[in-house]
C-alpha cells in the first residue's frame, strides 16, 4: 500500500512554517491519541502515522531529502508503513516537547493510567541531550560538497555497567515508591469529584527500580565522558549560518534510552580571491588602460580552476562579464549560481619620462575624451599606430 503524504498527513502546505506543522501534528496527535480513543486501532494508527509524518517535516534536513525525494529520500520511511516500527512509549519520549510535557502523554493527568495502557507503567524513556559543533568549508568544499570527519568529546555509555548505572544485576531494586510501575497517582477530592493524576515517580525518576550500589566507574550515571570521530557527509552549496543535524550522534542517554542529536554549524573559510553573493561568486579583475583599450585574453580563477576570458578592444571600466554556471550549486539542486566578473581599469600612480611624454601626446587627442554614442574606431586604430 502506498505511504500517504507526508504534508497531507498533517493537513499542512509544503510551504509551511516549523511552527505550523508543530501546530498541526498537535491537532492530529490530541485527535488521535489512544488514551482518547482507548481500542480503536485506527486512531492508533493514525497517531502513529502523524508521528512519523512530524518526525520527517520537523527535520530540516530530512525534510529538505522527502521535499527532493519523496518518501525514498527517508531511508527507512521513518517508523515504518504507518509509524508501526516505533512504540507508543518511543514517540511519546522523542515528541513529548511538542506537548509542553516532559516527554509522557499529555492525557495522563485527566484519563489516569494511561501510561500503563502503553504497556510502559508510567516508566519514562530518556533522552541524551544534543551536541552542537561548527564545522569551517572552503568556497570549494561548499561548491563540491565535502566529507569531514571530526572528534566529538561527548557522554557515551558506560562499557564497565552497560549504560545501567549499577554495581551489578543485583543492585537493582524495585522502587517502594511506586511499586515499580514509574509512576505516582494522587487522587483528589473537587466540587466536581474526586480527580486523579499521574506523575513521574520522584524517587526512581520514572525508572520503576533503585540501585542500591553504583556503578564505579560512572557512579550510577551510566555514562562517561569518551571520544567519537564522526564521518559528516556535508552536501553542496550549504551557506554561512545553516544547521545540518545528524540523528543520535549525540550525547547518550542511559539505560537504553534515546541519544540526543549532533547539530552541525556551517562556517565559511573567506576566499583569497573569490567573494560569495548567494550562489554567485564575485571576482575583482584589474586591467591596465592598454589592455582595455586594445583588447586581451586573462586568466581568471574560479571555483574549478583557472578559466582564459577575453577583453574586447574599448572595454569600459565597470563593465561586467559572466560565465555561466561557475558559482555554488544550490542545495540538493542541479541549479548552478554564475561566476560575475567586475571589470576595472588600473592607473599606474608613477612613469617614467617616456611613458609620461608619450601620454602627453596624446592626451589632447578628441579621442581621448568622453564622446558618448560616438563611433570609437579611430580611436583603436591611433592607438595601435602609437604603440606599434
Keep these: 500500500m502506498a505511504k500517504r503524504d507526508y504534508y497531507d498527513i498533517l493537513g499542512v502546505q509544503r510551504s509551511a512554517s516549523a511552527e505550523e506543522i508543530k501546530k498541526a501534528y498537535r491537532k492530529m496527535a490530541i485527535k488521535y491519541h489512544p488514551d482518547k480513543n482507548p481500542g480503536d486501532k485506527q486512531s492508533e494508527e493514525n497517531f502513529k502515522e502523524a508521528a512519523e509524518a512530524y518526525e520527517i517535516l520537523s527535520n530540516a ?3 529538505q531529502r522527502y521535499d527532493q525525494f519523496g518518501h525514498a529520500g527517508t531511508g527507512a520511511g521513518g517508523y515504518g508503513g504507518g509509524g508501526g516500527g ?8 522523542q515528541f513529548g516537547d511538542v506537548f509542553g510535557g516532559g516527554g509522557g502523554s499529555p492525557f495522563d493527568s485527566f484519563f489516569g493510567g494511561g501510561s500503563q495502557q502503553r504497556g510502559g507503567g508510567g516508566r519514562r524513556t ?7 559543533i561548527k564545522v569551517k568549508l572552503t568556497l570549494e568544499d561548499i561548491a563540491k560538497g565535502a566529507e ?15 549504560g545501567s548505572g549499577a554495581k551489578d544485576k543485583s543492585s537493582f531494586h524495585t522502587c517502594k515508591t ?9 487522587v483528589t477530592n473537587t466540587i466536581l469529584g474526586q480527580m486523579q493524576t499521574t506523575s513521574t515517580c520522584p524517587t526512581c525518576n520514572g525508572d520503576g527500580s533503585e540501585i542500591t550500589a553504583k556503578c564505579n566507574v560512572c557512579h550510577g ?13 556535508i552536501p553542496a552549496g550549504v551557506s554561512e549560518g545553516m544547521q545540518l543535524s545528524m540523528s543520535g550522534k549525540g550525547n547518550a542517554a542511559p539505560r537504553g534510552g534515546v541519544p540526543g542529536d549532533l547539530i552541525i554549524l556551517i562556517e565559511e573559510i573567506p576566499h583569497e580571491t573569490l567573494k560569495r553573493e548567494g550562489n554567485n561568486i564575485i571576482y575583482d579583475l584589474h586591467l591596465s588602460f592598454i589592455d582595455a583599450v586594445l583588447g586581451s585574453s586573462v586568466e581568471v580563477p574560479t571555483i574549478d580552476g583557472k578559466a582564459k576570458i577575453k577583453i574586447e578592444p574599448g572595454t569600459q571600466g565597470g563593465k561586467i562579464l559572466r560565465l555561466k554556471s561557475k558559482g555554488i550549486p544550490e542545495v540538493n539542486s542541479y541549479h548552478r549560481g554564475d561566476q560575475l566578473i567586475y571589470l576595472n581599469i588600473w592607473t599606474p600612480k608613477t612613469l617614467s619620462k617616456d611613458e609620461r611624454d608619450l601620454l602627453e601626446k596624446l592626451q589632447n587627442s578628441p579621442n581621448f575624451k568622453p564622446q558618448p554614442g560616438k563611433n570609437e574606431k579611430s580611436f583603436f586604430d591611433k592607438m595601435r599606430e602609437y604603440f606599434e
Design 86 to 93: 516505533m512504540n507508543m512509549e518511543d514517540i511519546f519520549s
Design 148 to 162: 569531514k570527519k571530526v572528534k566529538v568529546n561527548k557522554q557515551i555509555i558506560c562499557n564497565t555497567c552497560d
Design 178 to 186: 511506586c511499586g515499580g510501575t514509574g509512576a505516582v497517582r494522587r
Design 126 to 132: 530518556a533522552r541524551g541531550s544534543n551536541l552542537r
Design 221 to 233: 550515571d551510566g555514562l562517561v565522558r569518551g571520544e567519537e570521530t564522526i564521518t559528516i557527509n
Design 61 to 63: 534536513e530530512k525534510k
